[in-house]
């Protein structure tokens, strides 16, 4: 089976284009002042003309938002058409938020045990990724990785996808022992905060698809 992949924290074109050529499925930008990967509606709409539409066979879209309001993120899809928003906040004011906006939504999970797995088929998808921890500046995965074999036997209630401390040398194993379908990564492909690398991005991508989940051992 097929593993999707994601790559998030985009911020320049020549990045865009490498994710298209690998084969990416959802390229990321992310809307969180905090992050060394912030990115402004005009620079997200420079990157999202750098690379052919989803309708032509370009990635889709993926917006980041970390306790946004409404009037936010319609100031971000006044210039760049997202396909999906990732947010970063509660479960109802995500609802809300999906339905004033227009859009499928994918809600961010830490995940430190197997009660904090998702449950509800209210959203789109999930993020499920490390849980935050005392003193984080920014919320998400933080390039630090959980206990994969959490998500093993989970029935999920929407698609997922797995993030946190990803990198080409264990997304394999990532995959075969969470039996995620679709994986998330940004930092572990990049040069520097920000920068990323098409030759990681294209191991990324290559390794992601090496080993199948085997739910029995």
């Known amino acids: 089976?097929?593993?999707?992949?994601?790559?998030?924290?985009?911020?320049?074109?020549?990045?865009?284009?490498?994710?298209?050529?690998?084969?990416?499925?959802?390229?990321?930008?992310?809307?969180?002042?905090?992050?060394?990967?912030?990115?402004?509606?005009?620079?997200?709409?420079?990157?999202?003309?750098?690379?052919?539409?989803?309708?032509?066979?370009?990635?889709?879209?993926?917006?980041?938002?970390?306790?946004?309001?409404?009037?936010?993120?319609?100031?971000?899809?006044?210039?760049?058409?997202?396909?999906?928003?990732?947010?970063?906040?509660?479960?109802?004011?995500?609802?809300?938020?999906?339905?004033?906006?227009?859009?499928?939504?994918?809600?961010?999970?830490?995940?430190?045990?197997?009660?904090?797995?998702?449950?509800?088929k209210a959203m789109d998808g999930y993020v499920i990724e490390a849980p935050a921890q005392k003193g984080d500046t920014r919320p998400g995965g933080l390039g630090r990785v959980f206990d994969w074999t959490l998500t093993r036997q989970w029935q999920a209630p929407a698609p997922w996808l797995l993030a946190g401390g990803l990198t080409p040398d264990n997304v394999s194993e990532a995959v075969r022992v969470s039996c995620a379908q679709a994986v998330d990564v940004s930092s572990g492909v990049e040069e520097a905060p920000g920068i990323k690398s098409a030759l990681l991005i294209e191991k990324f991508v290559k390794n992601s698809q090496k080993k199948a989940c085997t739910r029995k051992e």
């Open 1 to 120: 089976m097929k593993v999707d992949v994601k790559i998030c924290g985009l911020t320049r074109a020549e990045d865009m284009e490498a994710c298209a050529v690998s084969g990416v499925r959802w390229v990321g930008l992310v809307f969180h002042s905090a992050s060394p990967r912030f990115v402004r509606p005009e620079q997200a709409a420079r990157l999202h003309e750098a690379i052919a539409s989803p309708s032509a066979g370009g990635p889709l879209r993926v917006g980041l938002f970390v306790r946004p309001t409404h009037e936010q993120i319609a100031a971000v899809l006044e210039r760049i058409p997202l396909d999906i928003l990732q947010l970063y906040t509660d479960e109802a004011t995500a609802f809300t938020l999906k339905e004033q906006a227009g859009r499928p939504v994918w809600l961010a999970r830490g995940v430190a045990q197997q009660h904090d797995l998702p449950v509800s």
